[in-house]
Nanobody, 123 residues
Framework: VQLQASGGGLVQAGDSLRLSCTASGHSFSSYSKAWFRQAPGKEREFVAFLSVSGGRTSYADSVKGRFTISRGNAKNTVYLQMNSLVPEDTAVYYC?????????????????WGQGTQVTVSS
């Protein structure tokens, strides 16, 4: 499956953004999905998880209550709605997909990655 992330940009603290990740090449509905992010000089970190069925989500503590992961009606797209953004959210955001299990917060367990989209939050 090929993933294409989009929707990043430069915003001010307190603003909102919605990231999109569109899949092609295989049925996206049979994969679990996630968003990770990587800030300069830091390791890639888990942001949000969506189960295959779409019935279970999980979030990093740093974004809980502000970010929401969801899938589109066409089921080949996953979104990350980001509200109340803070400068610490500045990073390149990556969408990921996997067909297996394991610790979803570990980036090594994800087999498919989008190219990343830059989110910059100014204070």
């Amino acid at each position: 499956v090929q993933l294409q992330a989009s929707g990043g940009g430069l915003v001010q603290a307190g603003d909102s953004l919605r990231l999109s990740c569109t899949a092609s090449g295989h049925s996206f509905s049979s994969y679990s999905k996630a968003w990770f992010r990587q800030a300069p000089g830091k390791e890639r970190e888990f942001v949000a998880f969506l189960s295959v069925s779409g019935g279970r989500t999980s979030y990093a503590d740093s974004v809980k209550g502000r970010f929401t992961i969801s899938r589109g009606n066409a089921k080949n797209t996953v979104y990350l709605q980001m509200n109340s953004l803070v400068p610490e959210d500045t990073a390149v955001y990556y969408c990921a997909a996997q067909s297996g299990g394991g610790d979803y917060s570990n980036s090594r367990n994800w087999g498919y990655w989008g190219q990343g989209t830059q989110v910059t939050v100014s204070s």
